[in-house]
């Protein structure tokens, strides 16, 4: 499926602790341009694929909530034939009874994804305390599936359990995105790993207690791919191909995090001379060569380039914590094996538990004073 991904505003109505997107503007997208962005999005669609999922980003997309039915509309006229959908990422404050009557009649074409980020203390100190102004019930009930994206900053470390847990106790059964913040910020120092180590352990044991409920996005990885024969050489994202970004006034970037929000022009001019079609230019020898986890390691080849200046070097401030991830990851997919929740098939199995062995032999003496 095709999925391109359209910046309607660089405006945004919060300022979180965490935001990358440094150079917000007022600038906004026409919809003259917006019709031009959404015909050349289905001119270009190749063959064999006969829809397409629109992503509107901001800034706040909901800024721009007219643009969004004018962009909507002109879509269902001209391209009815097409199978499409739009997605969101939302703050979810600006949805006043009108706005959410227009969405949820057309809730299964556009689906919004709620950005919150845990209880109310947490989320208000890392948002600009906007907790109260959410219709909470509202993103759960019109879009059960959707679940919530949270973003870890240093300010929520120490509630990461509490935080995760209080998203399931309202309903949702995804947190599918938990990110740590992007930038300069060194996730490796010890005083962090001190502090994240113990939420990991109470997550753990959550997870356990409760093995019908989905895995939140820090635990939810395959970790027989560890133990794969051959590692495929392939960037791990669509940078510069399925990922193509059209800002507002309708220039292609690679992917959503290489904007001008982001970057200034020299960064962006240097950034595009690099051949996207190369994967070689968006793998770390030296993780692909030496790293047990690699295939399993979370990374984002823009946010890469804004910390390293490089796509092909990885940001290494994220290592260690990854790893004692890794290792209590292993630690909960072993109580699920164990007690029979699990719900692998036996080839997957087998090479889970020599993964578990192996992650557990590699790194629990390193990590073992936050244990």
């Not at 660089?10 to 935001?19: F, G, S």
């Not at 999005?41 to 901001?58: P, Q, R, V, Y």
């Not at 962006?268 to 993780?287: G, M």
Request: proline share 3%.
């Amino acid at each position: 499926m095709y999925s391109p991904s359209i910046c309607i505003t660089h405006n945004c109505n919060l300022n979180c602790v965490y935001c990358y997107q440094k150079q917000h503007s007022e600038q906004q997208m026409t919809f003259e341009t917006a019709k031009n962005v959404i015909d050349t999005c289905f001119a270009n669609i190749s063959d064999g694929k006969n829809a397409i999922e629109f992503t509107l980003i901001g800034g706040e997309p909901l800024i721009e909530f007219d643009l969004i039915r004018k962009i909507y509309e002109y879509t269902t006229n001209h391209y009815n034939d097409f199978r499409f959908y739009f997605y969101a990422a939302t703050n979810g404050i600006l949805l006043d009874e009108e706005r959410k009557k227009w969405l949820s009649e057309r809730k299964d074409k556009i689906f919004l994804r709620l950005s919150l980020d845990g209880t109310p203390l947490t989320h208000n100190k890392n948002r600009c305390n906007s907790y109260e102004k959410i219709d909470i019930d509202f993103f759960r009930e019109t879009w059960p599936d959707m679940g919530v994206k949270m973003t870890l900053s240093e300010y929520s470390l120490a509630t990461l359990a509490k935080d995760i847990i209080h998203l399931h106790s309202l309903g949702f059964p995804d947190i599918g995105g938990v990110n740590l913040a992007e930038g300069d910020f060194d996730w490796n120092k010890d005083e962090y790993l001190h502090i994240i180590a113990p939420q990991l352990k109470m997550l753990t044991d959550f997870y356990s207690s409760n093995p019908d409920l989905r895995l939140c996005q820090l635990f939810d990885k395959r970790l027989d791919l560890c133990e794969a024969s051959s590692r495929p050489r392939m960037k791990r994202c669509g940078i510069g191909r399925e990922t193509v970004f059209f800002d507002v006034d309708g220039k292609a970037y690679p992917c959503t995090f290489m904007t001008p929000m982001s970057f200034n022009e020299d960064e962006l001019n240097r950034a595009s001379r690099y051949d996207f079609s190369d994967d070689n230019c968006f793998i770390d020898e030296e993780c692909y060569q030496n790293c047990y986890i690699y295939p399993i390691c979370p990374t984002c080849s823009g946010a890469n380039y804004l910390v390293t200046g490089s796509f092909k070097h990885r940001n290494r401030n994220k290592c260690r914590i990854q790893k004692i991830t890794a290792l209590f990851t292993a630690e909960l997919i072993s109580r699920r094996i164990i007690n029979g929740t699990d719900n692998l098939n036996d080839e997957v199995k087998y090479h889970t538990i020599n993964a578990i062995k192996k992650i557990r032999m590699l790194y629990k003496h390193e990590f073992i004073k936050y244990l």
